[in-house]
């Protein structure tokens, strides 16, 4: 019994470390972790410290087994403990980081259920909004200077001619691997290994999400250019993992995938990109990092937009599930519809048909009047 109660949780574990990627899939999950491990074996145990302890804290309060065996109680818990670690200015194995990483992933579920109580009443998801909410306090509450749990100092951003990449020469082998990197930042890791493993974990769950991740970076990518942004934050994907996020987000996961929603996803990805900068100069004037507020942001306007588009079709929220299923669903509900419209027509012009000369449907005489 306890052996089995084990394997659970891991699997739940698993699974919170894909759904950053809104993947629900452990052998995904699996691979992921071990590009963490890859990038740094500290952020990766600061990771699944925080996943096991969100997750943790959803079964003691009791919140829906089933979306916690999904790991949607743990993904934010993921973030929290990575992105703590990569902010924190002590370096590797300073221990008493797991004290704040542990408080804050509890806090998790509390806040994830709070937002969704609100989202719920427009269907929508929460997204990481829990993990910008916990991250961005701990280091409000902490800052550089604090004595137990300094954060490296971020410095406002200025724009300057000198950034211009095209008066710099572009190197193309640190731009191909920014792609990966830009899919491996979502998880705040630089290292093009790591994201190729979580793009390859990716393709083994779904190859609809990800190839919206690799063209969501491409498009950060692109658009940093067309802002003129330093060439270490292309090289380093910090441009890339926001429109890595919408993109998906967009093209598949909760609108059904066609074609016009997958240049809709390419759409939400620019405009992502360019939120990601507005949110970057203004969060870095008070020592903050955007995280993922641009794709929070920008993904839900999307998901607020109202269309007579059929094919642009919203899923309900508890019917998300994969693109490639979320696809079929689209298809059932596409041609039921179409076979009720049928049956609705039918019984009109039978009605029709079977009405009297002469008369209309209601029985009533034509008036004919004639002008001459």
């Not at 993947?23 to 992921?32: A, E, F, Q």
Request: net charge neutral.
């Amino acid at each position: 019994m306890g052996q089995v109660v084990v394997l659970q949780l891991v699997d739940c574990v698993l699974r919170g470390v894909s759904q950053v990627m809104f993947v629900n899939n452990p052998l995904s999950g699996l691979l992921i972790t071990a590009g963490l491990f890859l990038q740094s074996p500290w952020c990766a145990v600061n990771a699944l410290v925080g996943t096991v302890v969100s997750t943790a804290s959803a079964l003691v309060l009791k919140q829906n087994r089933g979306s916690v065996a999904a790991g949607l109680y743990g993904y934010n818990g993921t973030l929290v403990g990575m992105l703590m670690a990569v902010f924190s200015a002590r370096g590797d194995w300073y221990w008493w980081l797991l004290m704040p990483n542990t408080c804050l992933s509890m806090l998790c579920p509390v806040v994830s259920s709070a937002l969704s109580s609100v989202a719920s009443k427009w269907d929508l998801p929460i997204f990481t909004l829990p993990f910008n909410i916990l991250v961005c306090l701990h280091m409000v509450a902490t800052g550089p200077t604090n004595p137990y749990f300094p954060q490296v100092l971020i410095e406002p951003k200025h724009s300057s001619p000198l950034n211009n990449t095209a008066s710099e020469g572009v190197d193309i082998t640190k731009l191909v691997l920014s792609l990966p990197v830009g899919v491996g930042q979502v998880y705040g890791c630089a290292n093009p290994w790591t994201g190729g493993i979580i793009t390859l974990g990716l393709l083994l769950s779904s190859p609809t999400i990800c190839l919206h991740a690799v063209l969501g970076s491409a498009v950060g990518m692109l658009f940093a250019f067309a802002l003129a942004a330093p060439l270490e934050d292309i090289y380093a994907g910090l441009w890339g993992y926001n429109s890595v996020l919408s993109c998906i987000a967009i093209g598949g996961m909760f609108y059904a995938f066609t074609w016009q929603t997958h240049l809709l996803a390419l759409t939400c990805a620019f405009f992502c990109a360019y939120m990601s900068a507005a949110v970057s100069n203004v969060m870095s004037l008070f020592g903050l990092p955007a995280c993922t507020w641009p794709f929070c942001l920008s993904t839900l306007t999307f998901l607020l937009m109202l269309t007579e588009i059929s094919a642009i079709y919203k899923l309900p929220l508890s019917m998300v599930s994969y693109p490639e299923e979320n696809r079929q669903y689209y298809r059932k509900q596409r041609d039921c519809k179409r076979s009720r419209d049928t049956q609705r027509q039918e019984q009109e012009n039978s009605k029709e048909e079977s009405a009297p000369i002469g008369e209309n449907v209601a029985g009533r005489p034509h008036i004919r009047l004639t002008v001459e």
